[in-house]
């Protein structure tokens, strides 16, 4: 197994906490595990430890912390003086959140916070979201879009190839996709540890923002899970971005969304698409074929190229 | 990285080759990759693989041997070794099918026959088969079931504490979920060497055949795959066993079906279902638990407990 | 146009008020309208009239009575005048109850209470329930199963060919499909007023009960919505009776569950199909083909053919 | 009962006959009644005529003549004489075609030929496409796209509100849904003779083409088999030009592509929605509720105002 097991959770800064809060829970369907000073955490019903998202109160939007979960105990520390010595900014040792123990927090060349940690948190479901089968972390609570569990974030990054050694080097991540821009920069990569397709993206800063978040997404069941919660966002009044589609990267079934304090939000449905061979070779993308669009012919709108979180205020 | 990466193909036996053959292109949906002599060598459209399934003529029916990729060449010799020095019976190396390079073969205490392989022969989709995005295996052909790739098989064994002993040493396989019965005795295993849920399940051998097969899988994108193959079954005259339905076990969408011969073939969805917590203990259902039936109450018929290939004469 | 236009609303007695309404609500996904008195008034999020479930509080189970709507307020004194010259036990008019005007009504000859009805109440949904959409008649709350539409309902009655004149001479009620016993008796009669496959069902009575309710039905946009359904009902501890799966008859998607009182309640999806031909004849099903189970080939559960409410005290 | 029945059939020209026809039975997915001179007759696996798609080898493209059935021979009749008196240009009775008996025909007054019919020939499935369930036209086969039956078509007129009075008056035609532009004049109007939402639209023509077509629609029984159906498309090289999205009116989750001569043709599912109030009242939607976009904010694309069948040559 490798050393870096799965992306653990996010942070979420929001400058409008409370509707972002009802967002998550009531509209998006997370489930709150605490509210705790500035900071809500919340897990979808099957995700297996106590938070999967931190949503924390901020005077600004964006990311606060990345969090991957080692293997073992060992990996962690093996993991921690790697990078160490690679020369990234470290953080330090952090006595760890509500919902995992010690970490190890760090920066990418970007701004970008991230942490490791091993010991961690399981989810507790109480008397009303015990689930009636036993191999279920909580129970489907049906609230909501209600998603199964964290699946990936997008971050921006000015230079996406070192982001990639970055990726490459602290998490043993490996690159599925990519884009090979005309100009030979890289557009765009996507990064696994594990056989998920990805777990993390990174694709170009076309703002001017530093350490900004794309999108944060959650994986749900099926594509019509997608299509229902269109509507749901749709009475809620939520700003929906562009999809339900499928994107020629990765091919996953997409939606993405605003939540109120502007951070942009995914629901995915991957199918049954998983990257086994121990010895898969990036999938590149040139321009020209990404410029046919989506999978099915739909041109990619204007704002997701350039609106990230916090916002870059020239910009928008 | 494990030493094991995948389950790779399953070789099944028919003494109804033609039909068989029909049955697993035109109905299921599987894509010939190559007709060689008593073999068929078939995979599903995103099988990375050159094959999947190897169906061949047989004077019975169930399975040829179940083969595993490793990690690495060098995981490979290390498994072998390993494998020897463990005392299961060594077949030794072959040379290699039409679809990887040479394989250690080796049999388990119920007399399945495994393989392990590392060099492999990639999907070769031919003008016709040419997908329009670069990151599928082969073209979505959309004839008959049509699944994305195999997901796992169940053998059957009269002993599963002794097959789970064996998978967990010549595999490095973990239990996920399992049944424990009131005698003592484990009534079911179910096994992952990677982030799935399952890529191998053992049931208790209530027939009295030996090395018998309960079914073999191929998983579906969405829950809806599952259904509209219902119909293409029942319009195609295929027996439907059970389903579809959804397991408490796992919480596999599942239809099973029998094949021309009478070999067991599902077709699952798992959803977004996967492992990633590093320290996943196993799930244990008890006897009681197990009595509630499916998911959703329906109970698992006869048949299911009974049939197995080859069919244990007596039991039918 | 024809006299009756479509199936109104029925009435549904319970012992068990305030779990039956928890339950229509919160998990099935009905929109309360009007509480009043002994009875709740509750409609499916697209149901275009106030009401089209009457919940009643009554030492009882079972059906209270069941409105059709007409084409016209000539249509209704048409009907009226036809039903009593019939000579149908009538039960003359009455003012009509929250969600209607004036209403005429009559008895089938195994007491079950039905009447028609032209003057309507409109759904007015408030300030938190106006859809985003003026085409929908509620916003799509989500709520729970959350059905679109009611859709039909079963009755049992002694004499299908004497319940099959009753539909005929009072609504104009077509028969779209039916199943011949091989003792020449009619088995079930599937109803329809319009371009629906069916919005009542008649089948032979087995217990002993009068004026029994088999199951009453509302419609899903999707197949997937039954399947969600189905987890909804584990996870709220509803008992599952049957499906989800598919008839035969009708080839209608199904899932049936027991509403706290014990009344049978149906999750159903036609997909896309209509009957537009003019001259349609019955599909007559034979006993034989009946015994071919459900569509893909599951058995019918014994309670299927026994349970209705009012329970017949000697038969369950 | 209307005198008018339902959207029987539609012919519609191509000046590829070749491919047009390929498009129409391996990829989207109807079966070929007859092939018969310049014409293939096509039916949905669950239309229950002998065809609904009559493909005509031309030397342009759009509609050849839109076809509706009567509730009765006297029916037809009395439509007949009203058209006349209506003073709508008369073409007379024609013998019908391979699949019906004699017709109507008449035009409306921007040169679209339409005409009515009561005989009918039903389906006659072969033994290779008999159903396995009886209630079925024929079986299902599962090819392409595999759409359920014919839905509806939509037509380009240069002044809707005339063509609204045609509707009425020819087919006695309710308006479920209309846009109301701030000019004035109506920009589009969705028809219906029975309970489905529409069978017939017409919009405002923009080009300046005579009697065109804007598009031609079949029904799938989910969501999900237009998702899969957008995979096919794109797998054979079908120009997909928007979609799968849902309208904002009339709720239609839909798919456009050209089949190869470039007649534009839907795919769509309404979910269970149906109109059954027999005094419905029109939705009216005006020019800023439309400009919001597709019911999820889609933006609708240049060309789904221009194209149209046959094209406006100065136009595109």
Known sequence: MSDVAHLGHVEVYTDQFEASLDFFTRVYGLKLSLLDGDSAYLRAWDDYEFHSLKLTKHHTT?????????????ALERRAKLIEEAGYPVRGWVEGDAGHGRAFRFED????????????????????DTPALKNMAS??????ACPRRLDHLNLLAEDVSVFRTFMETCFGSKVTEMIQLDNGRIGGCWFTVNNKTYDLACTEEHGRGKARLHHLTYATDQREDILRAADIFLENGVHIETGPHKHAIQGTFFLYVWEPAGNRVELANAG???????????VVWTEAERKKGQAWGLKTIETFHTHGTPPAPTQE
Request: proline residues 10%; aromatic residues 12%; negative net charge.
């Open 272 to 282: 049954a698409r998983l990257i086994l061979a121990p010895d898969h070779e990036p």
């Open 139 to 144: 129970r489907f609570h049906a609230q909501g």
């Open 62 to 74: 964006g990311v606060g912390h990345i969090a991957y979960r080692t293997s073992s105990a060992e």
């Open 109 to 128: 060349p970007f701004g970008h916070v991230f942490e490791l940690y091993y010991d961690t948190r399981r989810a507790e479901p109480g008397p009303d």
